[in-house]
């Protein structure tokens, strides 16, 4: 069984966290800010069964800039190009979202019901949630699970299975993601700048590799952040240098385990005014 699968939701409900555990490796970058995934992340897993290609997607929201415009066109991609659509919510969300139920239904593909951080709640409140949302479309599964602690994953990976058609695999079996080298190592420092970001930063800030040179004991990397205004490169760079120099710490560390030697990091700080309605800015910071 060999087939593609998009895995949809707000921002927020644990998709990559999600996709990462399945994958038992890092393919998506994870926090706790809106909009982290800004493209559909491909993660390839080849088991015995045959191959399930996750499309990790961006969360579905109201486009308001370019940028958003075209993440939400990806997630429109993978709903058409997918033989199987995993509909991700957090248990503890309040309401039924009739838009995404709307483009659920337009999509006409199976899908699963996945409700995530069933951590957070006792069992009784998460037999509620279920009950809630049983009626709302005809979901071939519903799947409660915690992607952080990996409850239920086995289980869901069987079911895609059971559903995917049968046919040869896409891909070779050591592929396990078709994101290029320069944009997920971008992420990698990115997601270091999300952690210390907040307010409007997490959406106005991206990230360019602008070099990449293996000089054999150590490899010199050197990337820009990009922001809007002169107040935000004021706030990334922080007192006296600060913030940046956490930022750029952290995110060595993170290029260190991915290259398995010393990292030298150059992090800059550029002011790239309305880079999220430039094409051309979108284009080369989303690889």
């Known amino acids: 069984h060999s087939g593609y699968v998009a895995l949809l939701g707000r921002t927020n409900v644990g998709k990559s966290t999600f996709l990462n555990a399945l994958m038992q490796t890092k393919v998506a970058i994870v926090s706790d800010k809106p909009q982290t995934t800004r493209k559909k992340i491909l993660g390839i897993k080849t088991t015995e069964r045959g191959q399930i290609i996750f499309f990790d997607c961006p969360g579905i929201h109201k486009p308001h800039f370019r940028l958003n415009e075209l993440m939400m066109k990806e997630v429109n991609e993978a709903l058409h190009d997918a033989d199987l659509i995993l509909y991700f919510i957090d248990v503890g969300d309040a309401k039924q979202d009739e838009f995404i139920f709307s483009q659920l239904q337009k999509a006409a593909k199976p899908v699963f019901l996945v409700i995530n951080k069933i951590d957070k709640l006792n069992k009784a409140r998460i037999l509620e949630k279920i009950q809630s949302y049983r009626d709302g479309l005809p979901w071939k599964e519903i799947v409660p699970i915690s992607a952080r602690k990996g409850d239920n994953l086995e289980l869901i990976e069987e079911l895609i299975f059971q559903y995917l058609p049968e046919g040869e695999n896409f891909y070779p079996a050591e592929e396990y993601t078709l994101q290029s080298e320069n944009f997920f190592l971008g992420e990698l420092i990115r997601e270091k700048v999300l952690n210390f970001v907040e307010d409007e930063l997490p959406f106005t800030t991206t990230l360019k590799i602008e070099e990449i040179k293996d000089r054999g004991e150590i490899v010199y990397v050197r990337a820009e952040i990009f922001v809007e205004t002169r107040a935000q490169k004021k ?53």
């Open 235 to 287: 706030i990334v760079v922080g007192k006296q240098g600060n913030l940046i120099k956490q930022i750029g710490s952290q995110a060595r560390l993170a290029l260190e385990g991915y290259f398995a030697k010393k990292v030298f990091l150059d992090l800059f700080v550029k002011i790239v005014p309305g880079w999220r309605n430039s094409p051309q800015i979108i284009r080369e910071t989303l690889g």
